[in-house]
C-alpha cells in the first residue's frame, strides 16, 4: 500500500528537516489505549484507585520541581470523580508520530494562553526532534479553551484544517503568530489569512468555519479537562502504554523536564 503525503508533517529545526506521520486516531493500532476500566479522581488529582488489572498512577510534576503525588485511598478523595482512559485521549487532535510509540504525550491547551505558547516554542522543538521523530512518544493535543471566543474560533480553525489533512501545520501557524489574549490575531479574519498561508482551500475552510460543526467536539474536550481537575493551561499527560501508568505535568516546563519523565520509563 502507498503512503499518502497528506499523512505526513515536515518541520525543521536549525535547518535540518524532520518529517512525522500524521495519524487520525488511535484506533486501529495494535494497542489499545482507549477503552480501559474506570478509575477515580478527586478534583486536585490527588487519588487514584486501582480497577481490576488496570493500574493507573499519576504523578504530579508542579513548577520548576518533579514532585510525586501521594497515593491515597479513594475513599479521602473529595466528590470523586469516576473517568476512563477516553477523557485523556479522546475528542483530541490527530496523532503526530508513530501510533505504536510506547508513550503518548497528551497537551491541553488554548491557542491564546501565554504559556502554550512559550511550551511551544521553547521547548516542544527538542522534543519532536528527540522523541517524536525516532518514534519513541506521539502527541495528541486537546482543546481546552478558557481565555476568551477567539480561543473557541482558533480551536475550530485546527479541526477544520484537519479536514483538508493540514491540522498540524495549522496548529503551528497559530502560534507562530501568538501575540497575546484577546487582541485579535485569533479573530475571523486571521485565521481565514493563515487558512490561506498554508494552502488551505479557503472556500471549504470557511464553509467548515461557518458550520460550528466542531463546537461540540471541543465542548466536550474542554469537559474531558474539568472532568480531570485540570485549572490552567498548558498541562501534560504522559502515557505509558506497556505499564498502563500516566504522569501528569503542569506549566510550562522545560525540555528537561519531559526528557526526564520520558526516559524513567524508556529505561524500564
Not at 461540540?216 to 498541562?235: C, K, V
Request: charged fraction near 20%; glycine fraction near 6%.
Amino acid at each position: 500500500m502507498s503512503e499518502d503525503p497528506n499523512d505526513k508533517f515536515t518541520f525543521s529545526i536549525e535547518g535540518e528537516e524532520y518529517v512525522i506521520n500524521e495519524k487520525s486516531s488511535l484506533q486501529g493500532t495494535k494497542k489499545n489505549t482507549i477503552h480501559g476500566p474506570s478509575i477515580v479522581i478527586g478534583a486536585a488529582i490527588t487519588a487514584v484507585c486501582v480497577i481490576a488489572i488496570f493500574s493507573l498512577n499519576f504523578d504530579n510534576f508542579g513548577e520548576q520541581e518533579l514532585v510525586e503525588t501521594k497515593i491515597v485511598e479513594t475513599e479521602t478523595a473529595s466528590n470523586p470523580t469516576e473517568i476512563s482512559i477516553s477523557e485523556i485521549i479522546n475528542n483530541g487532535s490527530p496523532i503526530l508520530g508513530n501510533p505504536n510509540a510506547s508513550i503518548s504525550l497528551i497537551e491541553f491547551g488554548d491557542y491564546q494562553c501565554h504559556f502554550c505558547n512559550v511550551y511551544f516554542h521553547n521547548t516542544q522543538p527538542m522534543l519532536l526532534e528527540k522523541f517524536v521523530a525516532t518514534d519513541k512518544v506521539n502527541i495528541i493535543f486537546k482543546d481546552y479553551v478558557i481565555i476568551g471566543k477567539d480561543s473557541v474560533s482558533a480551536a475550530h480553525g485546527t479541526h477544520c484544517a484537519k479536514e483538508q489533512s493540514k491540522y498540524w501545520e495549522y496548529h503551528n501557524i497559530l502560534y507562530n503568530n501568538w501575540t497575546g489574549e484577546n487582541n485579535g490575531w485569533a479573530g475571523p479574519a486571521n485565521l481565514v489569512k493563515y487558512a490561506d498561508e498554508i494552502g488551505l482551500d479557503s472556500e471549504l475552510f470557511l464553509e467548515c468555519m461557518n458550520s460550528f460543526r466542531y463546537s461540540d467536539l471541543i465542548e466536550q474536550s474542554t469537559r474531558d479537562a474539568q472532568t480531570l481537575g485540570l485549572s490552567g493551561t498548558p498541562a501534560f499527560f504522559v502515557f505509558d502504554k506497556k505499564n498502563n501508568n500516566v504522569q501528569l505535568i503542569t506549566g510550562a516546563q522545560p525540555y528537561e523536564v519531559f526528557e526526564r519523565v520520558f526516559n524513567s520509563i524508556l529505561e524500564k
